[in-house]
Structures are given as C-alpha cells and as structure tokens.
C-alpha cells in the first residue's frame, strides 16, 4: 500500500503543470481578446477584427500583450511529474507489474529468461488458467531452452510433467520430453592396431532432472563387433537413471557435469580392417518405484517390455573404425583369425 503522503507530490506537480500551460499576456502591443491577433501599430484601426470578425469597440475587445506560457515552469512540472512516477513505481514490486502482462508475454519470458531467473514470472503463471493453445507453446518453448541450456528450472520440469502425467499434452511433445532429455554416442578411436586393446565407451549427455513423478531405465542389449551376431555385454539387470547419478557422485564416470559413461567394452581386434562396433539397448519409463527383478530377453535380442512401462524406444549407436597390421606379433599373441576377440577385460558396466 502506498502511503497518502505519495500522493502530494502528484499534487504539487499538476499544480506546476497547470500553472505554466496557463499562458500569461506579455508586451504593450494591442490584440484582439478573442483570437489573440495583432492591432495594427499606425494607420487607421478598423471597427471589427479582419481575422474573427470581433467587435473591437466594446469593453474588453481589445486587450495589451501576447499570449505566452512560461517554460521555466513547465519543465519544472515536467520534472516533477517524471520523479513522481518513478517513486510510484519503485514502491511496486516486480511481481506487482507482471499482473499487467498478458499471459503470452508472460510465457516469452518464462521461456527466453531476459532477466535470468524466472520465479517471480512462474509464481503469477501458476495462478493463471492456460489455454491448450497456450500449454502447447509453453511446452514448445520449455523444451527448446532445455536443449539450449542443458536443464530446465524446478518450476519448469515441474509444469512439464504436471501437464503430462494429467495428459494435457500431445504424444509428440511427451516423445520429445524423453527422448531429448539424453544424448548418446560411443567413444572410440577411429584407428588402432591389431592384438591392442580397444576400448569403447558410451557417452551419456543428460538432461532430465530425477523426478518423482517418472523413472528412467535403460536395458542394455549389448555390443555387436563386426558381423557376429553374438551380443557382447548384454545386461541382465536393466540401468537405472538413479544408478548412473550416484556413479557420477562417487566420481566413477570420471566426467563432471552432465556428462558420465554408461558402460564400456574393451576387446582386442586381431584382423586389419574395416571393424563396426554396434551397441542397441532400449530406454523405458516407468511410474516412480517400478523395480524389476531381471531382464527377459527374446530370441531375437528385442527384450519384454513390462507392461507397466509408459513408454519404450529403442536406440542403436554406431562406431566405424580401421585396424591397421602391426609390424610384428608380440610373444605369446596367436596369429590373427576371422573376427576380433574378446579379451579379458571383457564388459565393464
């Protein structure tokens, strides 16, 4: 609330502003007293003004001086009236003013962040009634920034999955909040020699906040090398997204941030060549404390979805790489065969 004495320089400065509008006559010059034009100074002086058609012979037909304003005053009213304004604003929160902003302008800022952080703009939101229309380009919006930024807020994960565990939102957005929440690819040396070790690690960009409202597993199929169609490394128990937050904690991944590997594979090709590396594993989500005892996998390497899953896609990474003939064989390193081997390293998870 803002206290009665505000008011009075409003006051005083209207008061300043009306005071120097008000014009004032200066001069000697003789004038008409209706529409201010000028007497002839010599000559003979008609009856009527030529301009309005005035009767100058009555009293008060003509009077002395030009009409001017005084501009001392008005800049001073003008000044005055700018310090009220900012002084009334400044006694306004910004949350006062966003109640003025209309709601598509409140979503532009939610989702372009001018000002940075947005809990003022997502607190006047949240007491609004959005249109589909309007929950569509608020979505829209949220994920582009994810993408952009490599998270979201609290406030806005939150709207997100609010709007789409009460299907509020098209499938091709709730597609889009899953599968753009990862980015994946396998590291791994585009040239090696043969009876080295190679190893091939996946790489995980992630920007999905751990919620309570949805889970993320993932179930590995396993690596393919070459044209065996033999998986290496195929998981029985399937991933959690909570499992590779904790590894990234204990600094096992040993990349900070977003970033953390999800398996590896070491082997040791013993053939020159062209070698393709293949890892196929599936993402599943699933309503918060879904467990699963273990895997089942089918006959042709596609697992059983379990039927609490709320979704599932399958993702399939891809290395090409080229192994070059060393010069010579070390000691007790047999001759090279048809397909690379696996070594004892084998499959870290």
Not at 233 to 243: A, H, K, L, N, T
Not at 307 to 319: G, Y
Request: hydrophobic content about 40%.
């Amino acid at each position: 609330m803002i206290a009665h004495f505000a008011w009075q320089p409003f006051f005083f400065s209207a008061s300043i502003l009306i005071s120097a509008w008000w014009r004032r006559r200066v001069g000697d010059e003789l004038r008409c007293s209706k529409c201010d034009y000028q007497v002839a100074p010599e000559g003979g002086r008609s009856a009527a003004c030529s301009e309005c058609g005035a009767d100058w012979n009555r009293p008060g037909g003509l009077v002395k001086g030009r009409l001017e304003r005084n501009p001392l005053f008005l800049g001073l009213g003008s000044a005055s009236s700018a310090l009220c304004v900012l002084m009334f604003a400044s006694s306004l929160s910004w949350r006062h003013l966003l109640l003025l902003y209309p709601t598509r302008v409140l979503i532009h800022q939610i989702v372009e962040a001018p000002r940075g952080f947005v809990v003022a703009e997502w607190a006047e939101l949240n007491g609004r009634t959005l249109t589909g229309e309007q929950e569509i380009r608020l979505a829209e919006g949220l994920l582009q920034k994810r993408l952009r930024k490599g998270y979201l807020s609290s406030d806005g994960d939150t709207w997100l999955q609010g709007a789409i565990a009460a299907g509020r939102l098209p499938r091709s957005l709730v597609r889009r909040y899953d599968r753009e929440a990862f980015d994946f690819r396998l590291i791994a040396p585009d040239r090696v020699k043969t009876n080295e070790d190679l190893r091939v690690q996946v790489e995980m960009i992630d920007r999905l906040r751990v919620s309570s409202r949805r889970e993320v597993h993932f179930f590995v199929g396993g690596f393919y090398v070459g044209e065996s169609t033999e998986p290496i490394g195929r998981r029985r128990q399937p991933i959690s997204i909570y499992e590779v937050a904790a590894r990234r904690r204990r600094g096992e991944t040993g990349v900070q941030s977003k970033k953390g590997d999800l398996l590896e594979l070491t082997l040791t090709p013993d053939q020159a060549g062209q070698l393709r590396i293949r890892l196929v594993f599936w993402m599943v989500v699933t309503p918060p404390g879904t467990t699963f005892r273990r895997i089942k996998w089918k006959a042709d390497g596609q697992p059983v979805i379990p039927s609490k899953a709320l979704r599932s896609e399958r993702f399939e990474l891809e290395h090409t790489l080229e192994v070059v003939a060393s010069n010579s064989h070390p000691p007790g390193v047999e001759p090279p065969g048809d397909r690379p081997r696996q070594n004892q390293k084998g499959v870290t998870p």
